[in-house]
Each structure stands twice: as C-alpha cells, then as structure tokens.
C-alpha cells in the first residue's frame, strides 16, 4: 500500500479520463505513463501482470486494470476513487455528445454522416477482429494441429450458430470456451501419457 | 422499458465479456429480441463511442441513453462499473489456476468466439444501413486507414461523417 492522498490521486485519473482521446490505446498510454513513469505507484512487472489478468476477467480491460491498481494503491478506496476519476469526465462528455446528437440525429445531414460513419465503423471493427483473433491463432499455431483445428471449429462455428439458429449468445460463449477446455486437457493428458 | 430488465441486461453482457466491446453480440442478440433497439441504434453508439474520450467499451453508456434517455445511461454506467472488481476476485484466482490447461482452453476459446461472432454484428450493422458500392469503399477505406495506424480512429470516423454528406 502507498500513502497517497486522495484528492491528487483523484485528479490525476479524471486527467486521464479528460484527454483520452483516440480510444483504449490511447487510454492505456497514458495510464502507463501516470501509474508506472510518473508514479511509482506500480512496477513495470505488475502493470504488465495486471494487463494479463483482465484479459480474462469480466467487463472493459481498461477499468479492471483502474481497479487493480487503485486496489495497489489503497484498496477498496484506492479502486473506487481511481475508477471514479477515470470514468467521471468520460462518461459526461459521452452522455454530453450523445444527449447532442440524440437532438439532431433526425437531420438529413447528421443522417448522410451517420450513413457514412456506419460502414467506417465495420471497417474499423473488421480490424478490431483481426487484432484479437490473431494472438491466439498464432498460440494455436505453435501449438499444433488439435489446436488449430478446435480453433478453427470456434472461428467458424460460433458466428455460424449465432447468425442462423436463435441460440443465446452467452450460451454460445459459454460453449465455445468448455469445448477449448476439454481438448486442452485432453491434448495435456495424452501428452503426459507420451511423456 | 423495464429499468431492471435494461439493467441487467446490461450487466450480464458485461459480467461475460472481457473487453470493451465484447457485449456487443450478447446485448445485440437481446435487445433486438425485444425490440428495444435496432442495427442502426448500435451503429450510432458503436460511432459515439470511438469519438468519446476514454475505454471505446463507454459505447455501451451511449447506447443506452438512445435507447432509455439519461436513466439508461445512468444504469449503464453502474453496469459497467460492477465487474472491473470482480478482476481483484480473478487475480487470485489465476494466480493459483491460471497455469492448468482446462483454465488456459477456456480463456483461449471465450476469446476466439467474442472476436469472430463480433463479425456476425459487424455484418448485420452494415446490412440494415444499406450495402452499396459507396458504404463498401468506405468500409474498405477505413480498414486500410485503420491497419496503417497513421491516422486516429477518431479522425477516420470524422472523414467518413464528411464522405457520408458528399455521398448521401
């Protein structure tokens, strides 16, 4: 734990949470910058362990990891007031430009450039798939040909099942990751069996 | 709208996905079975929520103010505060179990499906606004963009907003 008075601790996060632009890159940069550069507030090591941990854990990555690094810091208090800082000037200027828009979402012109930010948006996400499947197809990769191929089944089959039968989502989730967990440990039980 | 309905649609999607936009299939599934919201509704937010400041996953807050005024934002936000402390819980949780292949296949499978069904969403966006050679070239624009990391995402959407009032 680090004697850290609240009020600055406050400020530094809504300072974040005011110029994040760009993003969860950009949001991520900066965070770096203030918890590990400016502030020693948590090592290198840890940062990168605690990137690691909400890959896995539920909800946005980038306020677990305001979470884990308020806990750090001062706990549950560290964690409340770091998320709070964060998401305060966030969350008011997205309430402030969706509150705007909802008022002249009805204007032929906001609706020529919301019909061209749509098809920006899929492109942006098309590559926002990319990013995330690839790390973990190049693990399946080096893994083998079980791997690939249960990845392989997952890519395919999750969106298939999602676009053409009325099964929920979260079951879909919920399958794909038992599915992987059965043949990891059946692939670490035969080779324990080789070995 | 049922409040508490919103709300805990809106947690759920949250408490099972791991980043920013990874509720968008679950809530997408839910709210266009009851008819609260639309394609073009998660267009909309999905777009506020790339030029907004902080974590692209506040899409959601935007999402819910245009489907139940302030109230849903203000519920949105309490969703989405709720499972960053379930990672204290999964800390010590992975740092015991974290090693063992079942945890390992789980993780690696979670992901693969939230990335790939993400496309179905993407897919269908695009459908409801109209696929034309237009909305094509700019899909493809700001995927080259995107990739070439030259330009913010913010400023992709913005030239898209200006190609959108030349084209339409």
Redesign the interface.
């Known amino acids: 734990m680090h004697h850290v008075a609240m009020g600055p601790f406050f400020r530094a996060w809504a300072r974040i949470?005011?110029?994040?632009?760009?993003?969860?890159s950009?949001?991520l940069y900066l965070m770096r910058q203030l918890t590990v550069t400016t502030h020693t507030w948590v090592s290198e090591r840890e940062f990168a362990e605690?990137w690691g941990?909400?890959?896995?854990?539920?909800?946005?990555?980038?306020?677990?990891?305001?979470?884990?690094i308020g806990?750090k810091v001062a706990r549950l208090r560290g964690?409340l007031i770091a998320?709070l800082g964060?998401?305060l000037?966030?969350?008011s200027?997205?309430?402030a430009?969706?509150?705007l828009?909802?008022t002249i979402?009805d204007n032929p012109?906001v609706?020529?450039?919301?019909?061209?930010?749509?098809?920006?948006?899929?492109?942006?996400?098309?590559?926002?798939?990319v990013q995330?499947?690839r790390p973990?197809w190049q693990?399946?990769r080096n893994e083998g040909r079980a791997s690939m191929l249960g990845?392989m089944a997952?890519?395919?089959g999750?969106?298939l099942l999602?676009?053409l039968t009325t099964l929920?989502?979260?079951l879909?989730?919920?399958?794909?990751?038992?599915?992987?967990?059965?043949?990891?440990?059946q692939?670490?039980v035969r080779s324990g069996d080789r070995s | 709208m049922n409040p508490w309905l919103l709300f805990w649609l809106l947690l759920?999607a949250?408490?099972?996905?791991?980043?920013?936009?990874g509720n968008v299939?679950?809530l997408?599934?839910?709210m266009l079975a009851l008819g609260w919201a639309s394609d073009?509704t998660f267009?909309?937010?999905?777009?506020?929520?790339?030029?907004?400041?902080?974590?692209?996953?506040?899409w959601v807050?935007?999402f819910a103010?245009?489907v139940d005024g302030?109230r849903g934002?203000l519920l949105a936000?309490v969703a989405?505060?709720?499972?960053?402390?379930?990672?204290?819980g999964?800390?010590i949780f992975?740092q015991r179990h974290g090693q063992h292949?079942?945890?390992?296949?789980?993780?690696?499978?979670?992901?693969?499906?939230?990335?790939?069904?993400?496309?179905?969403v993407?897919?269908r966006?695009?459908h409801q606004?109209?696929i034309d050679w237009q909305?094509?070239g700019?899909?493809?624009?700001?995927?080259g963009l995107?990739?070439s990391k030259r330009i913010?995402?913010?400023f992709?959407?913005l030239?898209?907003?200006?190609?959108?009032?030349l084209?339409?």
């Open positions: 949470g005011l110029q994040s632009f760009g993003g969860g950009t949001t605690y941990i909400v890959q896995v854990a539920p909800g946005i990555n980038l306020l677990g990891q305001t979470a884990l806990w964690a998320l964060l998401l000037p966030s969350i200027i997205t309430i430009i969706t509150a828009y909802a979402r012109v609706a020529a450039i919301i019909r061209g930010m749509i098809p920006a948006t899929a492109g942006i996400g098309i590559i926002l798939v995330m499947l973990s693990q399946a990845s997952v890519i395919i999750a969106p999602l676009a929920p989502a979260v879909l989730l919920w399958g794909a990751g038992i599915v992987m967990a059965v043949l990891f440990w692939l670490r | 759920k949250s408490l099972f996905s791991t980043s920013g936009t299939p679950i997408h599934h839910d073009h267009a909309e937010a999905l777009a506020i929520g790339q030029i907004s400041p902080g974590p692209t996953g506040l807050i935007s103010y245009l302030i934002a936000v989405i505060a709720i499972p960053p402390f379930t990672a204290l999964v800390l992975y292949p079942a945890m390992q296949g789980f993780v690696r499978g979670l992901t693969l499906a939230v990335a790939s069904m993400f496309l179905v993407l897919v966006i695009m606004a109209g909305s094509l700019i899909a493809g624009a700001a995927c995107t990739l913010p995402v913010p992709i959407l030239l898209a907003g200006g190609m959108g009032i084209l339409y």
